[in-house]
């Protein structure tokens, strides 16, 4: 595997379900990223890990928490979510301090039903 | 609250012609990256800028960071169908470590 992987690509639930989503950086680096990409918003920063520690919360709601084990994973872990959740996450690393080229993954497509 | 607005949001175009992407805040920002990003896939990162009045030439496509470094621009000579994508510009202000992503402009070259 090379670059930024995530899984799964594409996830279905309910709003009672509790799901986690997987992304994993190949490249060396020290920063991990979640970002929510929906149609009518821009492109959204949640979190930011450095050096495992998380750096950043964008006014994110306590139904979506992230984990960062080590500096190759990254977890966004779902639980109770709204149907206005719907949207693609993407997860992106980077070198060094924050807001260096970032890498991104494809995302995984998310639908709460 | 800082916005990135992108004009156009939609464009199709013809192979062959030429396009202008802007970039727009009335926030300052330490520096400012152009994205492409194609169905399916995250954003690749094109080009940072990082000084006012800054231009950048990648191939055919020509970026311009605002003198007073609340605007940018993106030029594309001669689009080709491989253009075809998401644009998105993003900016940084290290007073606040805020990064901010713009509106996005889509474009679609037809061959």
């Known amino acids: 595997e090379t670059g930024v992987t995530q899984t799964p690509r594409h996830l279905v639930m309910g709003m009672t379900n509790k799901k986690s989503l997987k992304c994993e950086q190949h490249?060396?680096?020290?920063?991990m990223y979640w970002y929510k990409q929906s149609a009518k918003k821009p492109l959204e920063l949640m979190f930011v890990?450095?050096?495992?520690?998380?750096?950043e919360n964008n006014s994110v709601p306590s139904r979506f928490s992230p984990e960062c084990p080590n500096s190759s994973h990254l977890f966004l872990h779902l639980h109770t979510l709204q149907p206005e959740d719907s949207a693609l996450y993407l997860c992106?690393?980077?070198?060094?301090?924050?807001?260096?080229?970032?890498?991104f993954g494809p995302g995984t497509r998310l639908t709460v039903l | 609250t800082q916005l990135l607005e992108q004009s156009p949001q939609f464009l199709s175009i013809q192979e062959g012609e030429n396009l202008t992407v802007y970039c727009n805040s009335s926030?300052?920002?330490?520096?400012l990256q152009w994205y492409r990003q194609e169905p399916g896939e995250g954003p690749v990162l094109l080009v940072t800028?990082?000084?006012?009045?800054e231009v950048k030439k990648l191939k055919r496509l020509t970026f311009q960071f605002g003198d007073a470094r609340k605007d940018s621009s993106l030029h594309i000579t001669a689009a080709q169908p491989g253009d075809t994508g998401l644009y998105l510009c993003?900016?940084?202000?290290?007073?606040?470590?805020?990064?901010?992503f713009g509106t996005g402009t889509r474009l679609k070259v037809l061959a």
């Open positions: 926030s300052v920002f330490s520096s």
């Open positions: 890990y450095s050096l495992e520690e998380r750096v």
């Open positions: 992106a690393s980077s070198q060094g301090s924050f807001y260096n080229e970032q890498f």
């Open positions: 800028v990082v000084t006012g009045g």
């Open positions: 993003a900016g940084y202000t290290s007073g606040t470590y805020k990064y901010i």
């Open positions: 490249l060396g680096h020290n920063a």
